[in-house]
């Protein structure tokens, strides 16, 4: 793993968080996305070097709706970059994590992304994330 690519933050109201976040960091977001087959929708900001990714569901059944539910809103995962994630995902396997994901899926903002279920991470839900290399 290579550094922490973002963070997710799963909130209720993506336009309330994006006026609200871009009062925190000083500028508004630079991408929404909708990821359709999470049902979700995205919103990202930059502050400085770092990401933060906004989450708000768009269906009953997403899991950031489930998310919500349980915890509230707040903090729903660390992305880690990574340069082959299916290497990657081979080796977490087999130092025992619970990868949900056998096969990278498409996430938001161009990227490849698998999870790890935080059962085996100390309650941290971990993405992994490989840019796509559209040449
Ligand atoms: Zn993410």
Do not use: W
């Not at 209720?12 to 006026?19: T, W």
């Not at 770092?50 to 950031?64: F, G, Q, W, Y």
Request: glycine share 6%; net charge positive.
């Amino acid at each position: 793993m290579k550094k922490i690519e973002h963070i997710g933050i799963a909130v209720k109201n993506i336009e309330d968080s994006n006026l609200l976040f871009k009062k925190l960091f000083g500028k508004a977001h630079y991408k929404i996305e909708d990821v359709v087959s999470e049902g979700v929708k995205t919103s990202f900001f930059k502050s400085g070097p770092n990401k933060i990714e906004l989450l708000e569901a768009t269906r009953e059944d997403s899991p950031i709706a489930k998310f919500i539910e349980k915890k509230g809103e707040g903090i729903h995962h660390i992305a880690f970059a990574v340069d082959n994630i299916r290497k990657e995902i081979k080796r977490l396997k087999k130092e025992g994590f619970t990868v949900l994901n056998e096969s990278p899926k498409k996430g938001a903002d161009n990227k490849l992304v698998a999870f790890l279920h935080p059962k085996t991470t100390n309650g941290v839900l971990i993405e992994l994330c490989q840019e796509i290399d559209d040449k």
